[in-house]
């Protein structure tokens, strides 16, 4: 039941977002829910589907709602005329400084005010002790000028003179005569204290804190916040459910996440199924497969990183669009994400490793990115002419294997690449013959006997080729053939590690994608074209590929 909500949160629209979030799936277990507030309060009762557990549904409101929401103000003060931004206590020291001073401006008035009228009363008291003299002034006097004048010999200044002119008979009377005493004596009292007001701090402060008491007690309420010197976390990640996900991201940055078995596995070289909604004109850029709870590291075309977990990405259908990734992401003017990596943990012993279009190659620790900013940091410093092509995850040991449009592959050792800071810039990786450039690379890790390089060319066509086939060589070399390009085949768009028991994911310029089993794909020689693996409509082209483990790695990374 919700009884309160945050400032400057409307109910009505946070019972709109939760419906919403109920309808799509976002929140699991709520069977119902119902606004019961009257004029005695908020009441907004959440009714559990069986078996449901509460704190789970709190922290996915808490999460994916306004149930839990941040206020942000700044304390911009002027301090001596000067604008400052100041903390709590140095606002409240502004506040009692600013009171200090207007008691201090308030007392020297009350003081001038009250000396001004104690004087016209030691006047009074002056005229009255003389009254006969003060009657025969006035009985002598041709005029006020002259009366004024003559008060003088009473040692009365003008300011005095002036107020006795200006006196009425009846206060010649003998119960004005002790009023105007009276008064006298309670303008000295009030001047001393005064006085002892601006003498002394002790007693300003005893007038500030009264000040302040009165206040409270006239305008004060019970506080309806609690102020708490900790901060309040509340972390959706054991309640997400893990699950294997498809990243799709066009290039007019369309970006979204869809189950990973929305795509069932079909025949080979048969037609795709729609993937995604592209607008006129835009194409599929990348596909990866990722879990909802790894951590999506994005590298722009120039090597620039941004993170973002993949849950965090909104979820969509094969039919959607998907969201604008600038609404996810800060990306600076004119910036393009190029690739994207799913991340387990950034720790020392893995490596972000880049390849660029003209061959060059980086390899950094991944922990050196494990507290990127909002606004992205550096990853690497590549020429101006040059490109990201691929971003790969390494580890220590193990093989790259770089593909270039024409066909022609290297494989060397990933330790011949120098572990380098951010923002080095990298080493020749392969040698480029004039016009080429690299079309994807892979990571080759040790162990698996069964691995194969499988690679894929813009029109389907595609193969399986053993990692023995490809002698191991230097750094910065040429490369063999790895795939006869030709007009049938298309330049070659891809390459991976495939093994045993693995599904492969073809997802074309327009959004048509089809999973295939690595089984069913041709074990083949180096030299040859490979065999069609998609059936693409005419003038579309593959964009992406990407490999989805199998139920049954996915169950065991679970464990």
Do not use: W
């Amino acid at each position: 039941m919700i009884t309160e909500i945050p400032f400057q949160v409307n109910k009505s629209k946070i019972v709109e977002e939760i419906a919403n979030l109920i309808k799509e799936g976002e929140i699991e277990g709520i069977s119902n829910i119902r606004d019961e507030s009257s004029r005695e309060g908020i009441r907004v009762t959440i009714e559990l589907k069986a078996g449901s557990i509460p704190e789970t549904v709190k922290a996915q409101l808490y999460k994916l709602t306004q149930l839990h929401t941040t206020f942000s103000y700044i304390n911009l003060v002027l301090v001596d005329g000067k604008p400052q931004i100041l903390d709590l206590k140095q606002t409240l020291q502004a506040f009692i400084n600013h009171r200090i001073k207007v008691i201090e401006r308030r007392a020297t008035h009350d003081l001038q005010q009250a000396q001004t009228r104690l004087k016209i009363l030691d006047g009074y008291v002056i005229a009255l002790k003389n009254i006969d003299k003060l009657i025969s002034i006035f009985r002598n006097s041709n005029d006020s000028k002259e009366a004024s004048a003559n008060l003088k010999e009473l040692n009365l200044d003008e300011q005095q003179a002036a107020a006795i002119l200006e006196m009425k008979l009846h206060q010649l009377t003998k119960l004005e005569v002790d009023q105007i005493q009276k008064e006298s004596r309670e303008k000295s009292s009030e001047i001393e204290s005064l006085q002892e007001i601006l003498r002394e701090r002790p007693k300003l402060l005893s007038v500030l804190k009264s000040e302040l008491l009165q206040i409270a007690k006239q305008y004060g309420d019970s506080r309806r916040t609690e102020i708490r010197a900790e901060t309040v976390n509340f972390d959706v990640e054991p309640v997400i459910r893990e699950e294997r996900a498809l990243i799709l991201l066009s290039n007019d940055g369309y970006i979204k996440r869809v189950p990973s078995k929305s795509f069932q596995i079909a025949e080979r070289d048969t037609p795709g199924i729609p993937s995604i909604d592209l607008k006129e004109e835009d194409k599929v850029l990348r596909a990866i497969s990722a879990h909802t709870l790894q951590t999506l590291m994005f590298v722009t075309g120039q090597g620039k990183a941004y993170t973002l977990k993949a849950h965090e990405i909104p979820e969509g259908t094969r039919s959607s669009r998907g969201t604008p990734i600038i609404n996810l992401l800060q990306l600076g003017e004119g910036e393009k994400i190029a690739d994207l990596v799913a991340v387990d943990e950034f720790t020392s012993t893995q490596y972000l490793t880049l390849v660029t279009r003209k061959g060059i190659v980086k390899r950094t620790p991944l922990d050196a990115y494990s507290n990127i900013r909002s606004t992205g940091i550096i990853t690497a410093q590549f020429d101006e002419s040059d490109n990201l092509a691929k971003a790969l995850l390494t580890s220590s040991t193990g093989q790259i294997a770089i593909i270039t449009v024409d066909g022609l592959t290297i494989r060397f050792e990933v330790s011949e690449i120098s572990v380098t800071g951010r923002t080095a810039k990298g080493v020749l990786g392969i040698r480029l013959e004039e016009g080429s450039e690299v079309a994807g690379a892979c990571f080759l890790p040790n162990g698996p006997k069964e691995l194969t390089i499988l690679t894929v060319g813009k029109r389907g066509y595609g193969k399986r080729t053993s990692v023995d086939s490809f002698r191991l060589q230097k750094r910065g070399g040429s490369g063999v053939l790895g795939f006869n390009v030709n007009s049938k085949s298309g330049d070659l768009v891809g390459v991976l590690p495939s093994i045993e028991r693995s599904d492969l994911l073809l997802v074309s310029e327009r959004g048509q994608a089809l999973r295939v089993n690595s089984n069913a794909i041709a074990l083949q020689s180096r030299t040859t074209s490979g065999k069609r693996l998609v059936e693409l409509a005419d003038g579309d082209r593959i964009a992406s590929i990407t490999e989805i483990p199998s139920e049954a790695e996915t169950t065991t990374r679970r464990k």
